[in-house]
């Protein structure tokens, strides 16, 4: 039959949880203690969400503060207690910081202003010091997000046809500078007909030496 070849064909993943074994994802049964999960976002009772995945055997719990102003009604007085707990249950913390928050000061609603980025600034220091109760002697990981639900850029595959490159943005946000307000606009190219060399790869210097 000659030499077959698999290539085409998909084989699985190594296992995330031991990369030494080469076992397929799925391949092997393990127990809770290998997984963590986060507390829920819509609750400012961490303390109970941490209880619920301590009696569920996991080693690993993510303290969700994503909503910022649930966030700040939770006491500081619960990450001490959550430290306990998780200290003689072998647990590993770790901190979800508020994700409807942009650290450098734009709202989505008001736009951007210095009064927004010190407010930003104000609540990811109070997470970093509620952060720090979980584990006072060490560090602990704190995850925090580069934008705050600001929109992005939009793209789509280039065509070198147009001299475009090999992803092509067809929108992208901008800032007034005066009001701070956010918006989109599409990406179009403006030619200046006193620089005819800005058309080349469109087609239209052709013609205008044509005519």
Known sequence: MGD???????????SSFDSSTGSFIGGQHHT???LGFPGSTQTANQLKESINAIKQGVKAFEVTMGVADTAEQ???QNFEEMRALMKISGVRPSVHAPFTIDPA??????????????ESERRFFSVLEKAKELNPDGNIPVVFHSSGGIPGSTYRPGDEKKGEDRF????AGII???TGEIG???????FDPMHPEDFKNMGTKKKLSEK
């Open 4 to 14: 077959t070849n698999y290539e085409s064909f998909y084989n699985g993943g190594v």
């Open 32 to 34: 809770a203690s290998y």
């Open 74 to 76: 939770i006491p500081k």
């Open 105 to 118: 000061g734009f709202d989505q609603q008001k736009g951007y202003s210095d009064d927004n980025r010190k």
């Open 168 to 171: 092509h943005a067809t929108k």
């Open 176 to 178: 007034n500078r005066e």
């Open 184 to 190: 989109m606009i599409d990406n179009k190219k403006t």
